[in-house]
């Protein structure tokens, strides 16, 4: 990523299909309760409890469980789970992944200040 790129993380964690992302990585749906879908962390079946949930309106997920590799009591938005999930944590690949998927737009350097150009 360079300086002519800018992440349009505020699109992403709008659109990203969060409930996909948790399922393609092991997280099983357990139950929704009104604008809350309760998720069994990978390992665990719905039956045992939930681990999680994703609220779809606030579109944060919320982890109960220190089974996992997310931080216990703690919420997360669609770019901090995606970083988690399908870059282990690394910032800087996620921001290349989620550029990759269309989520930046091009950007212009900013010049301030004047230059003497001894003319």
Known sequence: MDY???ILWDQ???EADVEKLL???GWTRARERGDRIDYARP????EEGASANWHTERRLFYVFTNATEFDADRAYNAAQV?????CGGNMRDAARKIKDLGYYTPKRPIITGWVHLGV
Do not use: R, Y
């Not at 390992?43 to 719905?46: L, N, Y």
């Not at 995606?82 to 399908?86: H, K, R, V």
């Open 4 to 6: 002519k790129t800018t």
């Open 12 to 14: 992403f964690n709008a």
């Open 23 to 25: 399922e393609s990585n």
């Open 43 to 46: 390992g665990k079946t719905p």
């Open 82 to 86: 995606f970083c988690i999930l399908e």
